[in-house]
């Protein structure tokens, strides 16, 4: 079936860093790509968002890259916050609106 | 301020006891969706809604109802639940083909 994986169930990056969280999707009729982060005990947020027929997205610190040819998505978070620590999910959005998330990966920040 | 609110955020029941978890918005959006968020698995669409009266079933809909009969309210139904429905649910909406927004959750424990 269709679905959208993390390569990596967690990372562990410098504070100051930069970090890149890979996702790998396989439906390509899939339109729209989304990231959200998820802090313990919340519901997941929203982060940044990106169109297929776009391949990059620029929000603040925040930075999108889609590559159709591969079907691969990666969220850039540049100089890693401990505040950037949480679970942070890819989903895919096509027919219907219908999301498909990835199982998520932990960003631990280091101080 | 916008907002997905459900309630309750914490309940504790038995096997076959009825209970709704309520979910509204205030954004006016048609889309309007649940999820269970289980460790491994990552979150799964349980039913989704496009519009008032439109309904349709998600990835694990079973031992699950919905209604929509205002656009702002999605109440997700467990008619006799079971342990196995433990889990963490989240309500969400948008704007079709939109970023969806999401709940604080709700942790429901079956004993």
């Known amino acids: 079936g269709e679905s959208v994986g993390l390569h990596l169930p967690t990372l562990s990056v410098q504070e100051g860093d930069n970090s890149i969280i890979n996702c790998a999707y396989s439906?390509?009729?899939?339109?729209?790509f989304i990231w959200y982060k998820q802090e313990s005990g919340k519901g997941p947020q929203f982060i940044i968002d990106i169109r297929s027929n776009m391949d990059k997205r620029q929000g603040q610190r925040v930075t999108v890259l889609l590559n159709k040819t591969v079907k691969h998505l990666s969220l850039q978070i540049a100089a890693t916050q401990p505040g950037d620590s949480a679970v942070y999910f890819c989903?895919?959005?096509?027919?219907?609106?219908?999301?498909?998330f990835g199982k998520g990966i932990t960003l631990s920040v280091r101080p | 301020e916008a907002q997905v609110t459900q309630n309750p955020r914490y309940l504790i029941t038995v096997t076959g006891k009825k209970l709704t978890v309520t979910c509204s918005q205030n954004?006016?959006?048609?889309?309007m969706s649940w999820y269970r968020q289980d460790p491994g698995l990552g979150l799964r669409q349980i039913y989704y809604s496009m519009n008032v009266e439109v309904t349709d079933k998600g990835d694990v809909p079973e031992g699950y109802k919905v209604s929509r009969k205002e656009k702002r309210n999605f109440p997700l139904i467990l008619e006799s639940p079971s342990p196995n429905q433990t889990s963490l649910y989240f309500c969400?909406?948008?704007?079709?083909?939109?970023?969806?927004?999401f709940g604080p959750g709700t942790r429901l424990t079956v004993l």
């Open positions: 969400a909406s948008s704007f079709p083909w939109d970023t969806q927004y």
């Open positions: 954004m006016n959006h048609e889309y």
């Open positions: 989903a895919e959005s096509g027919a219907n609106s219908k999301l498909t």
């Open positions: 439906n390509s009729a899939s339109d729209y």
